[in-house]
């Protein structure tokens, strides 16, 4: 028997903590006899002192035990999963999920909503009449047999120990802590029984890593606790100094998906993206025997129309209508003001504020202050430029979607301010910056 304030005070001394002692805390947490105060001291003496490799170790294993571990035994393929740090326009999820799955993996994933400026898968696959997002374990493990895929928000059954602790995190300033995020990640993820995980740690000025140290410090830890773990990882550190898609949006994003994979239209650095990241599943999960026949599977998915069925059916059986791809303006809303913004000088495109093109989606009304917000599916941007890009008078910078004149007024305002159009060669950053295994990171 332990007490929480010896712990804490441990901790907070700098000293370090056993296993057994970390899985006092996180049971506390789990049945609520450590008090939110305690949480957040025990969060801000983490936050001062980090946690050395055996104790992330034991507060991952912890959190994961909190809860169910899902089993796979009946399924006929890998189990695999990815994870994003997030940004702006990065609707990944909802293209690489039903991709692997259709090259003969089974994807679980449990996802989260947007805050701040950056967009939540939940929210996107909402914006979809009827979808539901909250699904009993059972009921996810059967369509995630049957299509191949689901996606849904973290139930009370999986790692319910991270969702307490991060809701304390929350309102702490505690979020940043690099080992509380490799805890709070791979908790949920070695929760779904997965036998691959890539990470895509984004980096730039709409990521919540700004700065190359941290990112490669987070890639390396998660990928270093996971493959400890017994999880095979891989992390990529990926740009978020442009947008990574055409549009920032919920249900503008769901549509770019679709286009995406009907290959209707393919965005370049999404494209690339998405393909550094499958083929790195698909190698994980004994699929592919390297990188460059990964990357050819999945061209041959997407080709084949393999993907876009895995998609239609993982809509259909979490509620969706069974013909969203056929019929998207049947069934996604559209905003009643809708225009192009005009750039007030030609010349190329140097540089976009990342993070202020995923504001104005938040002040259109599709995204969040706070966690308790409400989200207006049908705003946000479309068609974005890019960086490197020439724009003439008559070449719009994006199109706004508001919900009303006033707001279409500001939000041209702010990407008048967000983007930087001048008269020079635009340096352009690459899709994929580094590649760090687990083995590597040991």
């Known amino acids: 028997m332990y007490l929480i304030e010896e712990l804490i005070l441990k901790k907070r001394d700098g000293l370090s903590l056993d296993k057994a002692e970390i899985k006092f805390f996180v049971e506390g947490v789990t049945t609520d006899t450590v008090s939110d105060a305690q949480i957040a001291a025990f969060a801000m003496a983490v936050w001062f ?15 994961r035990d909190s809860g169910e571990v899902l089993q796979w035994s009946q399924l006929d393929g890998p189990v695999l999963d990815k994870h994003s740090t997030g940004g702006v326009g990065d609707l990944v999820s909802l293209i690489l999920g039903p991709l692997v799955a259709a090259c003969g993996a089974y994807v679980p994933m449990i996802s989260g909503r947007g805050l701040a400026h950056t967009g939540g898968t939940l929210d996107k696959l909402e914006s979809i009449p009827g979808f539901t997002t909250s699904l009993t374990v059972e009921k996810f493990q059967r369509l995630v047999q049957a299509n191949g895929i689901a996606i849904s928000g973290q139930t009370s059954a999986l790692a319910p120990a991270d969702r307490r602790f991060y809701a ?107 393909a550094a990241l499958g083929s790195e599943l698909l190698v994980l999960g004994g699929l592919a025997g390297n990188l460059e026949q990964g990357r050819g599977m999945i061209a041959r998915s997407l080709d084949s129309g393999h993907a ?31 225009r192009p ?48 890009q020439s724009l003439g008078l ?49």
């Open 168 to 274: 304390v995190r929350d309102v702490t300033a505690t979020v940043a802590s690099i080992p509380l995020i490799v805890a709070s990640i791979l908790s949920k993820k070695l929760a779904e029984g997965l036998d691959g995980l890539v990470m895509d740690v984004k980096l730039g000025s709409g990521a919540f890593m700004r700065e190359a140290d941290k990112a490669q410090q987070l890639a390396r830890e998660i990928s270093r606790v996971s493959c400890e773990a017994g999880l095979p990882c891989t992390a990529l550190i990926t740009d978020m100094n442009i947008p990574l898609a055409g549009s920032a949006g919920n249900a503008l994003e769901v549509r770019e998906a679709i286009d995406f994979l009907t290959g209707k239209d393919r965005h370049g650095r999404l494209n690339e993206v998405v």
């Open 394 to 442: 008559d070449t719009s910078i994006a199109t706004v979607h508001a919900a009303s004149e006033a707001d279409w007024q500001q939000a041209r305002a702010s990407l008048l301010t967000a983007v930087r159009i001048e008269q020079r060669e635009a340096d352009i950053p690459p899709v994929v910056y580094q590649r760090i295994e687990g083995a590597q990171a040991l």
């Open 341 to 388: 913004v005009f750039p007030e000088t030609a010349g190329v495109v140097t540089d976009i504020d990342t993070l202020g093109l995923g504001m104005i989606v938040v002040h259109l009304g599709g995204g969040r202050h706070d966690v308790g917000d409400s989200v207006d599916p049908r705003v946000g941007l479309s068609d974005i430029c890019t960086t490197g």
């Open 49 to 63: 002192q980090g946690l050395d490799l055996s104790e992330q170790m034991a507060l991952t294993l912890a959190m």
């Open 308 to 338: 876009v069925e895995r998609f239609s059916s993982m809509v259909a059986g979490q509620g969706g209508p069974g013909d969203l791809v056929e019929h998207p303006d049947r069934y996604l809303q559209s905003a009643p003001f809708s």
